[in-house]
């Protein structure tokens, strides 16, 4: 099992500044990426930004050149530093981990999936 822990979120003004921090801990040997997802009431939940093991990155449009992500292997700690904020950045954010897992005596494995409980961010003058 893998358990995460969410911190920074908070109030911010246009233009200001959040850094969000998750930590994993438990099993977490076969984590191969983590990142952030936001949700809005009434809408589906979407990628913010995500990182695997190997350094890839992958931002969601309405965030590139904003946001920045990035992990902390040896602290299991991935973290979103969002520069330039908008009131639309307004959400529920949420660390999300895919952790691989052997099954089986021949080696294959599945990705399972972990999800923080959600930090608030808000954006408002």
């Known amino acids: 099992q893998v358990q995460l822990a969410e911190s920074g979120g908070g109030s911010a003004r246009p233009g200001g500044s959040l850094r969000l921090s998750c930590a994993a801990s438990?099993?977490?040997?076969?984590?191969?990426?983590m990142g952030w997802y936001r949700q809005v009431p009434g809408k589906e939940r979407d990628l913010v930004a995500s990182?695997?093991?190997?350094?890839?990155?992958d931002y969601a449009d309405s965030v590139k050149g904003r946001f920045t992500i990035s992990r902390d292997s040896a602290r299991n700690t991935v973290s979103l530093q969002m520069n330039s904020l908008k009131p639309e950045d307004t959400a529920i954010y949420y660390c999300?981990?895919?952790?691989?897992?052997?099954?089986?005596?021949?080696?294959?494995?599945?990705?399972?999936?972990?999800w923080g409980q959600g930090t608030q961010v808000t954006v408002s003058s």
């Open positions: 999300n981990v895919k952790a691989r897992f052997v099954i089986n005596v021949e080696g294959a494995s599945r990705t399972r999936e972990y």
């Open positions: 990182i695997t093991t190997g350094g890839r990155t």
């Open positions: 438990g099993s977490t040997s076969g984590i191969n990426v």
